[in-house]
């Protein structure tokens, strides 16, 4: 049997489930590098090195 929530309760659910998304370690070292001034002043291949070498420090 499912149950379905309405109005302020499914509201509060959805928000709690969504606040509750885990970031991986990945996603974090690809927000820092990505947020580099230097990534962002890197293009093409430049950029792919750049972006490899920050990735695995």
């Known amino acids: 049997m499912r149950l379905t929530k309405k109005g302020d309760e499914r509201k509060a659910f959805m928000k ?3 606040s509750a998304k ?3 370690p990945q996603q974090e070292k690809m927000k ?5 001034p230097k990534a962002k002043a ?3 291949d430049e950029r792919k090195k750049f972006m490899s070498e920050c990735l695995k420090g």
């Open 42 to 44: 890197l293009k093409g």
């Open 32 to 36: 820092s590098c990505n947020g580099d």
């Open 22 to 24: 885990k970031v991986s």
């Open 16 to 18: 709690t489930c969504l």
